[in-house]
């Protein structure tokens, strides 16, 4: 069964840094692109962050531009998000999601940005 | 980057037919994925490409293009696909992801 697990989620304060992880398996993990799409308390979807199997490509919503940092370990079947410089309005559910269009997504993890 | 326009809310009957649509520019280049999304759970991929359902998506979900505009119609409508309903596609420069607002579709 293809599974995406994230964590690492939690509370920080405004201008703090975070780690989130996504667990995969199922699948052969380096053989996929992987993306970050986030979802703020009640609202829509927005992609946040995209990497290719090799790490070759990346890119990144102009929102999250030069604070968040996506990376993988193919070794370890996993996907990262390293967040920095954290604002309120980072403040939602991250979800990894495999490949383009997006499937499957994992169970989500809350980032709440708050003092 | 380009938007994606959804109608914010769409109402259906039980067991009719119902269009939700996706409107923007990167739609002349790209093909809309859409995601079904019930509360508290994360989004599921419906359609995808020209007209693509994932195995263990019921073929009442269906999908079109014309022009700027995507579409997801549900034929026959069951009280489980209520849900809100998001899609997606490329931006205009290809290499990032665009999503449109959401529409929360209720079955009456």
């Known amino acids: 069964e293809v599974q995406l697990v994230e964590s690492g989620g939690g509370l920080v304060k405004p201008g703090g840094s975070l780690r989130l992880s996504c667990a995969a398996s199922?699948?052969?993990?380096?053989?996929?692109?992987m993306n970050w799409v986030r979802q703020a308390p009640g609202k829509g979807l927005e992609w946040v962050s995209s990497?290719?199997?090799?790490?070759?490509?990346?890119y990144y919503a102009d929102s999250v531009k030069g604070r968040f940092t996506i990376s993988r370990d193919n070794a370890k079947n996993s996907l990262y998000l390293q967040m920095n410089s954290l604002r309120a309005e980072d403040t939602a559910v991250y979800y990894c999601?495999?490949?383009?269009?997006?499937?499957?997504w994992g169970q989500g993890t809350l980032v709440t940005v708050s003092s | 980057s380009s938007e994606l326009t959804q109608d914010p809310a769409v109402s259906v009957a039980l067991g009719q037919t119902v269009r939700i649509t996706c409107q923007g520019d990167?739609?002349?280049?790209?093909?809309a994925s859409w995601y079904q999304q019930k509360p508290g759970q994360a989004p599921v991929l419906v359609i995808y490409g020209k007209n693509n359902r994932p195995s263990g998506i019921p073929d009442r979900f269906s999908g079109s293009s014309s022009g700027n505009t995507a579409s997801l119609t549900i034929t026959g409508a069951q009280a489980e696909d209520e849900a809100d309903y998001y899609c997606n596609s490329r931006d205009s420069s290809g290499n990032r992801v665009v999503f449109g607002g959401g529409t929360k579709l209720t079955v009456l």
């Open positions: 990167s739609l002349r280049s790209y093909y």
């Open positions: 990497i290719s199997s090799s790490s070759s490509y990346i």
């Open positions: 999601a495999r490949d383009y269009p997006f499937d499957p």
């Open positions: 199922g699948f052969t993990f380096s053989s996929y692109s």
